[in-house]
């Protein structure tokens, strides 16, 4: 679920909200090539870059199969985590300051579904999560 709200230098910020479903999300670095003109170093570029495209499937795919067993256990248990964390990647838990994603394990799907509400109508009034969220 995606919420918005103001924070307090009074910015306009995106934030996504719910029960966390796969095991975990895997990043990407996305490196930028500016003034290519078609050189051998840019051949050597395209390889690398190629082989850390197989690593990031790779990641994905072990994120897949590790969530098929991550669901159901979670499923069992009744333990759902719920996340929070700002979509401007440039404000999660930097060393400067930023935002931490919030995070929270309840027990049950309608506790989540509840804690995500609460989170959204915090977000929407408040411009984060409630204190003691994280």
């Keep these: 679920m995606l919420a918005q709200g103001r924070d307090e230098s009074g910015q306009l910020r995106?934030?996504?909200?719910?029960?966390?479903?796969?095991?975990?999300?895997p990043r990407l670095a996305r490196p930028r090539l500016e003034g290519a003109d078609g050189g051998p170093f840019e051949i050597v570029v395209v390889v690398i870059l190629a082989v850390l495209g197989l690593g990031h499937l790779l990641n994905w795919l072990a994120a897949l199969l590790a969530t098929s067993v991550v669901w159901p256990y979670r499923a069992l248990s009744g333990r759902w985590p719920v996340v929070a964390y700002p979509l401007d990647s440039s404000l999660v838990a930097t060393d400067q300051g930023g935002d931490l994603p919030h995070r929270r394990r309840v027990a049950g799907r309608v506790a989540a579904m509840e804690l995500t509400r609460q989170w959204v109508r915090d977000i929407e009034m408040a411009g984060a999560p409630g204190p003691g969220d994280r």
């Design 14 to 25: 995106a934030w996504r909200v719910g029960r966390r479903r796969l095991a975990w999300r």
